[in-house]
């Protein structure tokens, strides 16, 4: 060996190459609390044990594909940008099923599993203080609170999930159950994810108005939420009435999206920014229990751009309102049909801003304005480029606004 090469490999030897970390196993069926857990056949038994454990940057926590546990995870730790904790299954039986997911720390990555609340009212995945999460390829199921909710946390990535049935008291006395619901957050994505069947929101930014930082950069694309009647019983309080006639039929929830700020101080908070693009959502019908009921429920102190939207089969597809700061919106290409209203404004509303968007058949009313102080307000809306099946609004004549006839859309 030459002097260079003996050189190279000095210096490959003293190199501080980053640990892999390590892998600890869970067997609901096999495994024993007693083992090592650092392989299946040392698997642990017990979530309990697993959560105990002191995870470091780049370990795995993995737990047997197809097996099942009843009892919830606390997991927690720091990871690193390179070197994240994961959890995730091993196995080829399918996703794992546990009964809740408490996370806190810092570069967690979970993954390919199903989390059921078994009907229970407790959240399903509560994430409380942590930054860097990333939940993807996950299914959240059957509870009477929230799928997932996240307070005082930042850079949230939620991608491929499929969260449904979270529903709390009954159809006549709906109380807030949400499919995801983020308080104090911070840059938080919700990417290609199906929410249905929630007696609250399928999104909820600040449900408790609590004072202090508002959540902020809030992003949901290319999902999909909806509501509809049940097919089976849930808990005590809600029936099964898809099989009936369409008038009998209960539709739970109240809104796909929903925006709150803080009560008090408001004047003196930041103001939330959300982009919406890629957004289908539909089937939030007018009921004797929720007054107008809205699939975009936006409000108060916000900056909201919604691109590329499809709403339908609703009472009102956008209620947008003036009032704690004025909720300024901007809607593009958006699709808007089968409703009672495409939008309602309310308090005041300045500057919305409508574009190349369709206002299609089964519309009973395109615009509707409450109030003085919102008719008053017109003049600083833009509607342009938008077409409106039947007649345009007289007040939006102009600016490339157009009617057309077919009753394709």
């Known amino acids: ?9 000095i210096a490959l030897l003293s190199t501080p190459w980053p640990s892999l970390g390590a892998s600890y ?21 017990t979530l309990a044990k697993a959560g105990r454990q002191q995870l470091q940057p780049g370990d795995k926590l993995l737990l047997r594909s197809g097996d099942r ?31 809740g997911l408490e996370i806190s720390g810092d570069y967690l990555s979970i993954q390919h599993l199903t989390i059921d609340r078994n009907k229970e009212k407790r959240d399903a995945i509560r994430i409380r203080n942590a930054r860097h999460i990333s939940l993807q390829h996950l299914t959240v199921r059957n509870g009477a609170a929230d799928g997932v909710d ?60 609590k004072s202090g930082a ?6 949901i694309k290319d999902s999909y939420f909806w509501t509809g009647p049940l097919a089976e019983d849930f808990n ?80 009102m597809a956008f209620r947008l309102r003036g009032n704690r700061g004025n909720a300024q919106v901007s809607i593009n290409n958006a699709k808007i049909y089968q409703c009672g209203a495409g939008i309602r404004a309310e308090d005041g509303l300045q500057g919305l801003v409508v574009k190349n968007s369709v206002f299609g058949v089964g519309l009973k009313k395109a ?4 109030g003085t102080t919102t008719r008053q307000a017109q003049p600083s809306w833009t509607f342009q480029n938008n077409v409106f099946h039947g007649a345009v609004p007289k007040a939006l004549r102009g600016n490339n606004n157009r009617s057309f006839k077919s009753d394709s859309l």
């Open 25 to 45: 196993f869970v067997d609901s069926l096999w495994g024993n609390d007693r083992n090592s857990g650092a392989n299946p056949l040392e698997a642990w038994q």
């Open 150 to 209: 996240i307070q005082d946390s930042q850079d949230i990535q939620i991608r491929d999930l499929l969260i449904h049935h979270f529903l709390a008291g009954s159809f006549e006395q709906q109380k807030d159950a949400h499919g995801i619901a983020a308080s104090n957050t911070q840059r938080l994505t919700i990417a290609n994810t199906e929410i249905h069947h929630t007696s609250g929101d399928s999104f909820q930014a600040d449900p408790a108005r």
């Open 236 to 315: 005590a309080g809600w029936r099964a009435t898809a099989h009936l006639p369409v008038s009998q039929r209960q539709y739970p929830g109240e809104n796909a999206i929903d925006t709150k700020v803080v009560k008090n101080n408001w004047e003196n908070t930041t103001r939330m920014r959300l982009t919406i693009d890629g957004l289908r959502a539909h089937g939030w019908k007018a009921d004797a229990y929720i007054t107008n009921k809205a699939v975009f429920n936006l409000k108060e102190k916000i900056d909201i751009r919604l691109n590329n939207i499809e709403v339908y089969d609703c009472e």
């Open 1 to 9: 060996m030459n002097n260079f090469k003996l050189l190279i490999f």
């Open 367 to 370: 615009i509707i304005s409450v």
């Open 69 to 99: 546990w009843f009892e919830s995870l606390r997991l927690s730790g720091r990871g690193e940008a390179e070197r994240p904790i994961e959890l995730a299954t091993y196995g080829m039986d399918g996703p794992a099923q546990i009964g």
């Open 214 to 219: 508002m959540s902020n950069d809030i992003i």
